[in-house]
């Protein structure tokens, strides 16, 4: 999928298509020369005040993919190499990060001369975009390695920058609507929009989300970011899209548009989505929708919840670390973001509320469930299946962990867990690992 920019009803405007703020994608293994292969093992981006690199021990805590334009003077990228085989000479080579914009456009290079000794298995290297000044959007970031007459691709990712949104503060706005609509690339006018919240698979080709928001009259230029995140069927983020937007002294109300699809329909997969707008990091509104295919009346349809027969519902979903044994409950601390280098296990508690008690009360009630961790490109990680859940006068919380014995193992990235029981999802949380 490619995605839209943004527009404003009462000014209308669009910007370009911005670039998808996506996690590292690998193209292939790159060969430098007959004999050495290097392949790529991580591309991290942090932001600093200083063009020099930052020491390893205080960046390592500043990895990120979202950069606030007015605290990042200077956006720098950095690359790990693993080249674990045996050389008999030194390699030297070229490296080239270049920053593209929304419309494809090259914002900035940044090159560093790489070599590799002959007992090397590994290398870092590293460079800082030097822009006067980061306008909010979605930049997409192509690494190449070679000379400079056979430059080959090593990799691509991308980073988001956004506004501070201190205007926003200020301009004391209430959200009166959020509804989707399809179309083309473009914005349609305001009078063709057809309001949707499900989309047929074979007609669609972007979906357009439309933000109306009133507020007492600002009285000077009030500006701030948008950033719109879009959540596949499986809770994974398709698009982090930051956008920038104005308005006028005067009004008291205003439209903000801004969309993502393909200019092809078929492209968006059936199921449930979901869209966050938020501010400064802050939520403003959230709104859901559905793709179906041609045939979904015909589909068969999930069940009803299970839990309702056992009379239960998920109350609390929370997350701790520990050992290969369930700590203790005094020694649980809950928390959602876990460092790496020292989670070993991680324990998803699943805590019930009974809304009734079984009919005859004294009966045990069980029902298997299967965890299921999802990766933040929607690919499952771990499932584990079949565990069972039991309820009678009350419902125990339910504890299931994985990782290993030894901490530094968990990918960095973030987790949708999910709970399902008979093919359907009863229950989802998220942690991170950091």
């Known amino acids: 999928m490619v995605l839209l920019g943004l527009c404003i009803a009462i000014a209308a405007s669009a910007s370009p298509t911005p670039a998808t703020a996506s996690p590292t994608e690998k193209l292939h293994i790159p060969l430098i020369r007959p004999g050495l292969t290097a392949e790529i093992r991580s591309l991290q981006f942090y932001g600093s005040d200083d063009y020099g690199s930052l020491e390893y021990r205080k960046r390592q805590s500043r990895y990120q993919t979202r950069f606030v334009a007015a605290k990042n003077k200077f956006i720098h990228w950095e690359i790990v190499l693993d080249h674990p085989f045996p050389r008999e000479e030194t390699d030297k080579f070229l490296i080239t990060a270049t920053v593209y914009d929304s419309s494809g456009k090259v914002v900035t290079r940044s090159e560093t001369v790489a070599w590799i000794e002959t007992d090397m298995t590994w290398s870092q290297w590293g460079g800082a975009f030097n822009v006067k000044s980061w306008t909010p959007g979605t930049y997409r970031v192509v ?7 056979s430059m080959k691709e090593y990799v691509r990712s991308s980073f988001a920058v956004v506004g501070e949104g201190d205007d926003f503060r200020n301009l004391r706005a209430r959200v009166v609507s959020l509804r989707f609509f399809e179309g083309d690339e473009s914005t349609i006018p305001e009078a063709q929009r057809v309001y949707l919240d499900r989309f047929p698979q074979a007609k669609t080709r972007y979906i357009h989300w439309e933000l109306k928001l009133a507020y007492p009259p600002p009285k000077k230029l009030t500006q701030f970011t ?41 492209s968006w997969r059936p199921g449930a989505y979901r869209l966050v707008l938020q501010v400064n990091n802050r939520e403003v509104a959230r709104g859901s929708f559905q793709v179906v295919a041609d045939r979904a009346a015909a589909e068969p349809k999930p069940g009803p919840d299970p839990l309702d027969k056992l009379g239960a519902k998920i109350s609390a979903i929370k997350f701790f670390e520990g050992p290969n044994r369930i700590p203790a409950d005094a020694s649980r601390n809950f928390r959602r973001t876990f460092e790496r280098n020292s989670t070993r296990y991680i324990y998803v508690q699943v805590e019930f509320a009974m809304l009734y008690l079984p009919n005859p009360p004294t009966k045990t ?24 859940l039991e309820f009678g006068l009350g419902a125990k919380p339910f504890i299931i962990g994985y990782g290993w014995d030894a901490p530094g193992k968990w990918p960095t990235d973030t987790y949708q867990v999910v709970i399902e029981a008979q093919g359907r999802e009863i229950g989802r949380g998220i942690c991170r690992i950091e």
């Open 143 to 149: 690494i190449t390695a070679g000379g400079r007459e």
């Open 226 to 266: 948008i950033n719109a995140l879009w959540y596949g069927p499986e809770g994974n983020i398709l698009a982090d899209l930051p956008s920038q937007r104005t308005i006028q002294p005067d009004w008291d109300n205003s439209w903000h548009c801004g969309g993502y699809g393909a200019a092809a329909p078929g």
């Open 365 to 388: 009630f069980t029902q298997t469930a299967d965890i299921l961790f999802i990766d933040s490109q929607g690919r499952l990680f771990k499932k584990i299946a079949s565990e069972t």
